[in-house]
């Protein structure tokens, strides 16, 4: 079906394949995460966990008036009054991102877990936590997560986790399948670093143009509480606009071995982050210019 992404409506499938009846083979989920680039795993999460983090979320969120009033809290209906973009206020806001009950989720049993007999060895997480609060029009753009936190081992996975149910008018995540295969986007703008390069990020704004261009298809699925889905750092990837009147809240976040080298930008207590890339006064070069000197 046609689904809206930022800049354009495209045909995607809503099929992502879940990964939950090879749980407990780690072999086997490294050939699925090879072939595939994610792996869907329904109800890792217990629900009520999950939803206790959405609670404490949202009551945060209804104390900066961003819900509607009088509305049920857990609903997270969006307050059309409330004057700021949305969807990326909430990354790396500590005032949410340090809820115990939200890492209880993002920093608990069952993903640390699943990571221990995944990578073969004790698993760490990045202490930023990407938390989106994504109100209505928002999405995100088209792209490879390496170029943001490539400076650690490259053997690292993101993980999506949706805190609410997230059906396809929510915006939910959306990959081009067969985007790890593209080898000479990830020779060139796979390279890439963003504070290095000081590059848009993202890849294209036009999801028709890249399945045109290097082939493969859009998927996406819709979400239930206790969902998450893991992916590889050269799988590409976007958001479907929130054409809904909730909030879509959902966080990203980032696990690898322990043993292994880490992005320093994304450890300690006050991870130190983009400390180039969209900052004031740093001079981005275009897409077109990347896309040119990459020859893609
Ligand atoms: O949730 C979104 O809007 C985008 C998520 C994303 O880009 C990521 O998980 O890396």
Redesign the pocket.
Known sequence: MKLPFLHQEVEVSTDLRESNDILDNPDALHERIAEDGYLLIRGLHDKKTVLAARQAILEKLATKRMLAPETPLMEGIFNPDYPEPT?TGSMGNKALTQLPAFKAVVEGQPIMDFFKHFLGGDARTFDFK?L?T?GPG???PI?Y?IVFMGRGTQNLY?C?TPFGDVSLDM?P?VFCLGSNRFEKVRETYGQADVDHDLIEGHFSDNPLEIIEKFGGHWATTSFSVGDVII?SMFLM???LVNTSDKI?I?A?TRYQLAAEAIDERWIGKNPKGHYAWKQKDTKIESLAESRRRWGV
């Open positions: 969807s990407w989106r994504a928002s999405g995100s792209h997560d993101s999506w915006g995540i992916f990837h976007a958001s879509r959902t990203d």
